[in-house]
């Protein structure tokens, strides 16, 4: 029987390598999914008692916010028993420079900080190496992640080194895994005064950890009470309508509907995308590799019968050929194990959160290989079963090739892989086409022909000089500063107030005069900023028009003592995730001294050279500041950025799209090569009594014509259905294009047709009188 195998697979040796590397190469693309899945479905699940920790959200009329000011925080930490530790973060991290003395030579470099309280040691449970969870009491400590810690000192204790000017190591924490909203940088504390009494100051992330969920409800309810009762003197009843929700820590990199939310995100539909192609793939493989053992029953069915004539029961032959299917599927899963490696080598990886590495997934490997064996098991069950459930007798006499039954059941499972090809590469024309969107749709300013770049503390005390400096190259036409990278994020610093009697509540976004110059953006009514208004007392507003609708804003009047100069036009400052929301720009006055000039945006002249333009900015940023290493980049790259990962999904889903209906490709090579040769006396019969070669290619297509026509059918709703799923992730969609649907059926169609057509060719120029005398 094995003999009569190996016979088999080397008569058609082709179609049999195919099937057994596209199910490896399935295999292969299928863990490869599940570790971005498990990357984004654990995300923060691995710190103790995740389920206990909670971020607190405000909740009004007009949204949900993370901001909250340090008096409440701390009342609400004091509020109940439950609340085991709470801790308060700034929602932004910054860059310090880190500054040790090695072998007699200095060695500096930058790296990023996080201002937090005390206890959010105590919230994270951090794991210390070194140090207590006591260590962010005293100020001028700071702790270091244990990665740092090496690369600064090696295997030398880091308690108590200097790295910065009055900055000490008191602590050393081990390494959060990348799927962690913490970020594994230097942690320093907030001043035990700072804020302590600002009630008007809300700059703060607010997290609690409880000693168990059950509690959650009435921390939540104490919570409400204490922060209506705080905002009682200055909204009245209104402050009887604000909330408070708690979220859990693993449900903040899910969670998208709140302002000022710094966490890493990621959309449950689109894990439920990627989790459904991963199954779909190994369906359409499994079903390759089902097809391929049913289409070999004729071939097979002589020989097993034969040995149950020889006396071979029929028990034995059956477990003998489920296991030779079973072997086949392992096989083919230690391919898999291969072109992982090989991909972890590939720009393939780039695309994935995720690192490919098989070592750090041994769960998802056992899982795999258990799927393997039970692919391997059911693909060869029916046709063992079938096989032997003949009498010999018959089975020696018969031809299963073209039974009814076996057509059937050969078309079932091909059309499930065309259902499977139709919907994956429809579902990629439209992420192309949502992706591209985000790419072209107009911002309503200029984001060509500019330079961004982050700024340190000794370029903003001479910002004048650098100003000056960049100037001195021809090409560069004006240099403006922002608080921040435009559209880059989905909200910015909220601020509240009150115009004609009523609290509104709007973003602001704090400039440079030249700012709206520099990316082209035009007043609708109203002026631009003048270098003049940096030197009154108080500041000047530029609204857009939707804070002028929405709360009947009118031009020259005062907000606090600040006045409103002009209106543009709802130009998309934050991504397209979200819609644009009342905002405005802001020139600080001379009564505040800020650091808002944390990024300079350099505007370049049409025809100059842009790669020269940036090496003259990143020479000057060295000149006046040699120990800091700069994000220098074009405003355009770094929008871009923001929409990386659904660039990255998009062509995750086109790749496996073209696997998948490769697959299904070489499940009909397979078929087709089985039934040419099952059909060549029919095929010589009508050549010889004058069908034309076209005849024969018509009447080999048509069974196929109709099977992608009712797959198609099938296919359009389920795409109709995911795809609109997944847009609602986004602010702005793509429509739902009719184009689409047809574009990606004459493709599967085309390939199909012209794979059945070259192998139904050659059948039919073969001599039939030589294809007859072999009959």
């Not at 420079?97 to 790296?111: D, H, M, Q, R, Y």
């Not at 009843?237 to 408070?244: H, L, P």
């Not at 477990?319 to 194990?337: C, F, K, M, P, Q």
């Not at 500041?625 to 994000?631: K, S």
């Amino acid at each position: 029987m094995i003999k009569n195998f190996l016979f088999i697979l080397k008569r058609f040796k082709t179609s049999s390598i195919l099937n057994i590397l596209g199910l490896s190469v399935a295999f292969a693309v299928f863990i490869i999914i599940m570790m971005q899945v498990d990357y984004d479905y654990r995300f923060d699940t691995f710190h103790k008692n995740s389920d206990r920790i909670y971020r607190v959200e405000l909740v009004q009329d007009d949204g949900k916010g993370a901001i909250f000011n340090r008096p409440v925080a701390e009342s609400w930490f004091q509020s109940s028993p439950h609340i085991v530790a709470g801790a308060l973060s700034e929602p932004w991290s910054e860059k310090m420079l880190v500054s040790i003395e090695k072998n007699g030579s200095k060695f500096t470099f930058s790296a990023d900080k996080q201002k937090v309280s005390s206890g959010f040691i105590q919230v994270f449970q951090f794991t210390m190496t070194e140090g207590t969870e006591k260590a962010l009491e005293e100020p001028g400590s700071v702790i270091i992640p244990q990665s740092l810690a090496q690369k600064l000192f090696g295997n030398e204790s880091a308690l108590n080194k200097l790295i910065g000017e009055n900055v000490t190591v008191k602590g050393v924490y081990k390494d959060f895994p990348a799927n962690s909203l913490l970020k594994n940088c230097i942690y320093y504390p907030m001043l035990k005064d700072e804020n302590l009494k600002a009630w008007g100051v809300w700059q703060y992330i607010v997290y609690v950890r409880l000693d168990t969920p059950d509690a959650a409800a009435g921390v939540r309810e104490n919570m409400i009470q204490i922060l209506r009762k705080s905002l009682s003197n200055d909204l009245g009843d209104a402050a009887k309508k604000i909330s408070v929700r708690l979220t859990t820590l693993p449900d903040l990199h899910f969670t998208t509907d709140v302002q000022s939310d710094f966490t890493p995100k990621s959309s449950r539909q689109t894990l439920y995308i990627l989790f459904s192609i991963a199954i779909a793939i190994i369906a359409v493989a499994a079903i390759n590799f089902t097809n391929f053992s049913v289409a070999l029953i004729p071939r097979r069915i002589r020989s097993v019968n034969t040995q149950k004539v020889w006396g071979a029961s029929t028990k034995r032959l059956r477990t003998l050929l489920v296991t030779e299917a079973i072997g086949i599927s392992l096989t083919a899963y230690a391919l898999a194990l291969i072109w992982i490696y090989l991909a972890s080598q590939t720009p393939i990886a780039k695309l994935l959160d995720s690192e490919i590495n098989l070592l750090d997934f041994p769960i998802l490997l056992a899982v795999t290989a258990f799927i393997a064996a039970i692919t391997g098991f059911l693909s060869g069950l029916y046709p063992a079963f079938y096989m032997t459930s003949f009498q010999p007798v018959m089975a020696l006499k018969g031809s299963f090739g073209l039974s009814p039954q076996g057509q059937k059941m050969r078309n079932l499972l091909i059309g499930i892989q065309f259902v499977v090809s139709f919907v994956l590469i429809m579902s990629a024309f439209f992420m192309y086409l949502q992706s591209n969107l985000m790419k072209n749709m107009p911002l309503g300013f200029n984001r060509d022909q500019i330079i961004v770049t982050d700024l340190t503390q000794n370029i903003r005390k001479n910002y004048d000089a650098f100003t000056n400096e960049l100037k001195t190259f021809a090409g560069i036409e004006d240099v403006a500063y922002s608080l921040v990278v435009l559209t880059t994020q989905d909200t910015y610093m909220g601020w509240g107030s009150k115009y004609d009697g009523k609290d509104i509540n709007f973003q602001c976004i704090p400039v440079a005069p030249s700012f709206l110059q520099v990316i082209g953006i035009k007043t609708n009514e109203g002026r631009d900023f003048k270098d003049d208004d940096k030197l009154n007392r108080h500041g000047k507003y530029i609204f857009n028009e939707k804070a002028r609708k929405e709360f009947g804003l009118q031009l020259n009047t005062m907000i606090d003592s600040s006045e409103i100069i002009g209106f543009i036009p709802d130009v998309q400052f934050t991504t397209f995730y979200t819609t644009p929301t009342p905002m405005a720009f802001y020139v600080w006055g001379t009564e505040y001294n800020t650091n808002w000039k944390q990024y300079a945006y350099i505007k370049v002249s049409a025809g100059s050279d842009m790669r020269e333009a940036i090496q003259h900015v990143q020479k000057t940023l060295s000149k006046l500041d040699p120990d800091w290493t700069f994000n220098v980049r074009f405003f355009d790259e770094a929008i871009q950025n923001v929409y990386q990962k659904e660039q990255h999904l998009t062509l995750l889903i086109t790749l496996f799209s073209a696997i998948a209906i490769l697959i299904s490709i070489i499940g009909v090579f397979g078929l087709i090569i089985f039934e040419t040769a099952y059909r060549r006396k029919e095929i010589s019969i009508r050549r010889v009594l004058g069908s034309s070669i076209m005849e024969i290619l018509t009447l080999f297509n048509k069974t196929y014509l109709i099977l992608l026509g009712i797959c198609f059918l099938i296919a359009c709703p389920i795409t109709y259905y995911v795809i609109s799923k997944w847009l609602e992730n986004f602010a702005y969609k793509t429509p739902m294009y009719w184009w689409v649907f047809l574009l990606g059926g004459a493709i599967v169609l085309l390939i199909t047709l012209l794979t059945v057509s070259v192998q139904s060719y050659q059948a039919a120029v073969k001599n039939p009188t030589k294809a007859l005398n072999l009959e």
